[in-house]
Each structure stands twice: as structure tokens, then as C-alpha cells.
Nanobody
Framework: QVQLVESGGGLVQAGGSLRLSCAVS??????AGWFRQAPGKEREFVSS????????RYADSVKGRFTISRDRAKKTVHLQMNSLKPEDTAVYYC??????????????????????WGRGTQVTVSS
């Protein structure tokens, strides 16, 4: 059974940085992703990474500011978030699937593409 545990959230001022981590146990992902959900809004795609070659995809709202990476030996997924904005405030969720999706496959932006989810970590960006 796959388990995901996120860490690294917190409170930061606008323009600051945070690094989220997701520890994966119980299986090796084919694709890993980060989603976020702000109060009163639907959960939305942030970024994804294909495990075997590091192929990545980003939402337009975070492109150029966020970087997803994975440590294959430690089975950990990271999300480096720079130049944070108040609108980045949300609970951030790590998700994985055993399937390998190319970044060109739009399905990786859909929550239904992922089988396993963490409990989330809160990120709050103050103005």
C-alpha cells in the first residue's frame, strides 16, 4: 500500500520561498504530482514529474517560479516554490500513480489520473 507524507509547508511573506517534500513508501511511482486547494476553490493541478526520466509539466500560474524534482534513491518528490504570491496560499497535496505519463498528456492535470494522495501541507503567503 502506497503512503505519501508531505512536509515543508508554512507561513512566508510574498516574494519568499518554500520547499515542499513528499516521502513515498510502499511502491515506486510512475508519475508524481502536486495539486493545491485554496479555501472555497476546487483542487487544481500544480506540477507533475515522470519518475524514470524526470519529464515535467507545470500549470501556467506557477511556470518559472516552481520547480518539481524527485530523488529516486530516497523516493522523495520535492516542489521548490520561489517568488511566492498571496494567491499561492493553499493546502498542497502530493499524489502518485504507477502509470508513466508524458508531460504532453493532458490527463496528468486531472486528479483522476492519480491513485494515491497525501494528507496535504498548508502553505500561507502573506502580502
Amino acid at each position: 500500500q502506497v503512503q505519501l507524507v508531505e512536509s515543508g509547508g508554512g507561513l512566508v511573506q510574498a516574494g519568499g520561498s518554500l520547499r515542499l517534500s513528499c516521502a513515498v513508501s510502499g511502491g515506486t511511482p510512475g508519475t508524481a504530482g502536486w495539486f493545491r486547494q485554496a479555501p472555497g476553490k476546487e483542487r487544481e493541478f500544480v506540477s507533475s514529474i515522470r519518475w524514470f526520466d524526470g519529464n515535467t509539466r507545470y500549470a501556467d500560474s506557477v511556470k518559472g517560479r516552481f520547480t518539481i524534482s524527485r530523488d529516486r534513491a530516497k523516493k522523495t518528490v520535492h516542489l521548490q516554490m520561489n517568488s511566492l504570491k498571496p494567491e499561492d496560499t493553499a493546502v498542497y497535496y502530493c499524489a502518485t500513480t504507477p502509470r508513466s505519463y508524458n508531460s504532453g498528456n493532458s490527463y496528468i492535470r486531472d486528479q483522476l489520473a492519480y491513485d494515491n494522495w497525501g494528507r496535504g501541507t498548508q502553505v500561507t503567503v502573506s502580502s
